[in-house]
């Protein structure tokens, strides 16, 4: 934190994906990219990732990376611009072999000023799952990525 357009990561791509993390808490806070994790396994955590001038995701799906499972939880994700991508989970153009499954987890819509809070789900491409999601953020899922996306309950709890 601190340092002119530096990236923050919590947990870098993990090679054998073999990130495993549970009833963890996670606080970002950085003027480059923001991100939880890329792969592994999360359970039960809470996060929250701020960006004042670039893109902010929880969890940013990778094609190269192993899978990304998401299990409980709450997580938010802000940007300070207002043409940056802010999600919990994203995936970008050139995904195509990402794959995350998201169960039970939940993001509230909090108003903080001068950061930008629109999406729960931004997924252009890969493999996405996610059952029992708690968010009346948007969820956005492209025509290049295969979403599933069931028993969302669409409150601000």
Request: glycine fraction near 12%; charged fraction near 10%.
């Amino acid at each position: 934190y601190g340092a002119a357009n530096c990236d923050a990561y919590v947990f870098v791509q993990s090679p054998n994906g073999v990130v495993v993390a549970e009833n963890c808490d996670f606080d970002i806070e950085t003027t480059g990219l923001a991100v939880i994790g890329r792969n592994g396994t999360f359970t039960n955590c809470k996060g929250v990732v701020f960006s004042t001038s670039t893109d902010a995701y929880a969890f940013r799906m990778v094609g190269t990376a192993n899978d990304l499972r998401i299990f409980g939880g709450e997580y938010r994700a802000y940007t300070g611009n207002s043409s940056a991508i802010n999600a919990v989970v994203y995936s970008g153009l050139y995904d195509a072999n990402a794959v995350c499954y998201m169960h039970g987890v939940k993001s509230k819509m909090i108003g903080v000023d001068g950061y930008y809070q629109t999406h729960a789900i931004r997924v252009n491409t890969g493999y996405l799952t996610c059952v029992g999601l708690i968010s009346a953020l948007t969820l956005s899922t492209a025509s290049g990525a295969t979403a599933h996306i069931s028993g969302t309950i669409p409150l601000n709890k």
